[in-house]
């Protein structure tokens, strides 16, 4: 089954010691994309976008890797199935100890 998510408002208050939403995105998913992960889009001009699932009861915040059309609108979109839902917890990804800052050609 396809995940359907909605965009959450990016909280800027929150900050990754990966260096953006987008390089967090690529150390714990342990994938490298480069396009948007909506169904059918091949917008190129991603980032790390805050997203929560609408198809399920999990309120979770998770990353995942929109275009600027896609991360700006208020729609529910469908996304790839291949896609991996990282959480945006930081207390359970890179804020943990032994974390630490990433450069983009670090990953």
């Known amino acids: 089954m396809m995940n359907k998510i909605k965009v959450i408002e990016n909280q800027p208050e929150k900050l990754c010691r990966c260096g953006s939403w987008l390089n967090h995105w690529n150390k714990f998913s342990q994938s490298k994309i480069r396009m948007c992960v909506v169904d059918g889009c091949m917008g190129i001009d991603i980032e790390g976008s805050h997203v ?16 600027s059309v896609h991360r700006s609108g208020t729609e529910i979109l469908s996304i790839i199935d291949s896609c991996k839902l990282v959480s945006s917890d930081i207390g ?13 050609d670090e990953l």
């Open 52 to 67: 929560q699932l609408t198809n399920s009861e999990n309120k979770e915040i998770y990353i995942v890797p929109l275009c």
């Open 92 to 104: 359970k990804t890179c804020g943990v100890e032994g974390s630490k800052y990433l450069k983009e």
